[in-house]
DNA sequence: ACGCTATTTCTAGAATATTCGAAATAACAG
DNA sequence: CTGTTATTTCGAATATTCTAGAAATAGCGT
């Protein structure tokens, strides 16, 4: 990851549709939505999602696959994780303990230690 | 940390220019830098810089503080460290394993000094 | 007071982003 | 082929951002 890539990354996502959007996506992995019905979802006209689709899509955010007549988005995680890294290993240069609290606030926030979650 | 804190400051972050002016003074912790010096450094004229570091004040990812004629310019790595939280917090919905990456991701980077650096 | 240095604010033009109506493209059904 | 649905591309108006010259502000030394 590059300071080019993360700038047209970090520029994808600041944006309120485009960060909404995206936020949906994740929220409905792994299954994504259609374009349309995001559309719905955020209340935007479809041309105007489109053309947030495809910026983030450029910045390699989402991925996209057409599903006979509707286009299938999903959320890339794994560019998202990408740039969370690229982001955090700026702070770490030297100083690990300032990265010591984010690494303690994603364990307590990711690590459900114990209940299963109810959505399937 | 809302939706329009997280833009604001993603939108700060999503410039060239202001990206490095970050990255920079995030490796002169603690010590910051002085406006000038900082322009210096990034090969930015003087004015232009001031605006940059005044839009990555008012999203809170850098302070300052008069020090007699000069201006030090800080990072601000708390709110650095909610807006990564924030970040990572819509992709944890539900579904734990695909933070664990990001979080081995950073304990690696970030790893301190009691255990050697495995580059595996 | 004056000059010198450091930084910001004012200002305006150029570049880029946002929005959406209308037209175009793609897939399918009859 | 024609019609319907799903989505994108085109085009143009509006809004925002970026840049930097010039002027203004703040502090210090004499």
Redesign the interface.
């Known amino acids: 990851m590059e ?2 890539e ?2 047209l990354a ?2 994808a ?4 549709t485009r ?2 959007a ?2 949906t996506l ?2 409905h ?1 792994p299954d994504g939505l259609a374009a349309g019905d995001l559309a719905r979802l955020l209340e935007v006209p479809q041309n105007t999602l489109s053309a947030h689709l495809s910026i983030l899509s450029r910045a390699r955010l989402v991925s996209s696959e057409r599903h006979s007549r509707s286009i299938i988005y999903r959320a890339n ?1 794994g560019e ?2 990408d740039i ?2 690229f ?17 303690e ?3 307590s ?4 230690k114990r209940k299963e ?1 109810a ?1 399937a």
């Open positions: 300071t080019e993360a700038v970090l520029a996502l600041s944006q309120p960060l909404e995206f936020r994740v929220r992995e995680l998202f994780r969370a890294v982001l955090l290993r700026d702070c770490c240069g030297g100083r690990p303990e300032v990265c010591q609290p984010v690494v606030s994603l364990q926030c990711c690590a459900p979650k959505r």
